[in-house]
């Protein structure tokens, strides 16, 4: 699953949800349903970027509440 805005690194993307910003997620290529609840795995940044981080984030409503 990637976030919907392409983070560089994952520092950044706690920052953004710290900052208050309302971040969601999609799963590119649409061939399973993005979830609206539970915990996803995220990975960052987007393809064809090499991906240099991974996290953990809780999704609640559709968006992001927390990363680990």
């Known amino acids: 699953m ?3 805005e392409n983070f ?3 520092k950044a993307l706690k ?3 710290a900052d208050g910003r ?3 997620i999609f799963q590119p290529g ?3 349903p993005t979830p609206t609840n539970g915990t996803v795995a995220l990975e960052g940044p987007h393809y064809p970027k ?3 981080w991974y ?3 809780l999704i609640k409503d559709g968006l992001i509440v ?3």
Do not use: D, N
Request: glycine residues 4%.
């Open 2 to 4: 990637y976030c919907t």
């Open 8 to 10: 560089p690194t994952k």
């Open 15 to 17: 920052q953004a949800l």
């Open 22 to 24: 309302k971040l969601t």
């Open 30 to 32: 649409g061939m399973f």
């Open 50 to 52: 090499p991906h240099k």
């Open 55 to 57: 996290a953990q984030a």
């Open 66 to 68: 927390s990363v680990k």
